[in-house]
C-alpha cells in the first residue's frame, strides 16, 4: 500500500467588498476564499525498503492503513468587481455558476520564479513595478502558527519559493513550476543568509503539493 492523498474543495465563498488603497476608477475589491482539506493516509507496515522490487504489488498484502492525517489551506484570491456590487451579489453570481455545473475554483500556482501576467511584465518593461518588488510579495514563508512563522520556505533544491493565486470559473488543478534558472533578490538573498546562519545551515524543504 503506498502513501494515499486526496483534496477536497469546499465553496468559494465571499469574505467582504471594500476599497484598496490603489483602487481602479468605479470598481471595488472582493475578497474571496476557499478552503482546501488535505487528506493523507499512510500504510502501518513498509514491504518494502524504498529502493528494491517487490514480486507482490501493494494491493496484494492486507496492510492496515493509518488513521488520516488532514490539515486545511486557506486560499485567498482578489477580485475587482464593479462599483455598487454587494456581498449578495457575488454571492449570487457565484451560486449561479454553481447550478450551471462549473466548479469556481481558486488555483494555486507554485514556482522557483515570480508568477507574472501580461499586465504585470508590461508594467515591469515601463518601470512602473520591478521584478523585486513582485518577488517580495510573492515569497513563500511559514505561517504564524508555525514554530518557523516567518521565515522563507524552501522546496527539495534548497530553493526559495513564489506562490500565486488565480480563481477560474470551472476548475483548474493546482501547477508546480520548475524553471531552469531559479530566481531571489538580493534583499531576500540577504534574509535566506540570514536564516541559515541563524539555524546552522540547517533548514527544512517543504513540499507544497
Keep these: 500500500m503506498e502513501i494515499e492523498k486526496t483534496k477536497h474543495y469546499g465553496d468559494v465563498t465571499v469574505d467582504k467588498l471594500f476599497t484598496a488603497t490603489h483602487q481602479k476608477a468605479d470598481t471595488l475589491t472582493a475578497q474571496l476564499r476557499q478552503v482546501i482539506t488535505h487528506s493523507t493516509t499512510y500504510p502501518k507496515v513498509q514491504v518494502t525498503d524504498g529502493v528494491s522490487d517487490n514480486l ?70 515601463k518601470g512602473i513595478l520591478t521584478y523585486d518588488k513582485v518577488a517580495k510579495r510573492q515569497i513563500v514563508r511559514y505561517g504564524s502558527k508555525s514554530e518557523q512563522a516567518g521565515k522563507l520556505i524552501l522546496n527539495s533544491s534548497g530553493e526559495v519559493m ?5 480563481f477560474f470559473e470551472n476548475r ?10 531559479s530566481y531571489i533578490s538580493q534583499e531576500l538573498n540577504n534574509e535566506l543568509n540570514s536564516q541559515m546562519e541563524e539555524e546552522n545551515l540547517s533548514i527544512d524543504t517543504v513540499s507544497l503539493f
Excluded at 449561479?96 to 520564479?113: F, L, M, V
Excluded at 483548474?172 to 534558472?181: G, L, N, P
Design 56 to 125: 507482490f504489488g501493494n494491493s496484494e498484502f492486507n496492510i492496515a492503513k493509518s488513521e488520516p492525517y488532514t490539515s486545511t489551506e486557506n486560499r485567498i484570491y482578489f477580485m475587482n468587481v464593479p462599483a455598487g456590487s454587494t456581498k449578495q451579489d457575488m454571492e449570487l453570481k457565484l451560486q449561479k455558476a454553481r447550478d450551471e455545473g462549473k466548479n469556481p475554483t481558486i488555483c494555486k500556482i507554485i514556482s522557483n520564479r515570480p508568477i507574472t501576467t501580461d499586465n504585470q511584465d508590461a508594467a515591469i518593461t
Design 162 to 166: 513564489y506562490k500565486r493565486t488565480f
Design 172 to 181: 483548474v488543478e493546482d501547477e508546480k513550476r520548475e524553471h531552469e534558472e
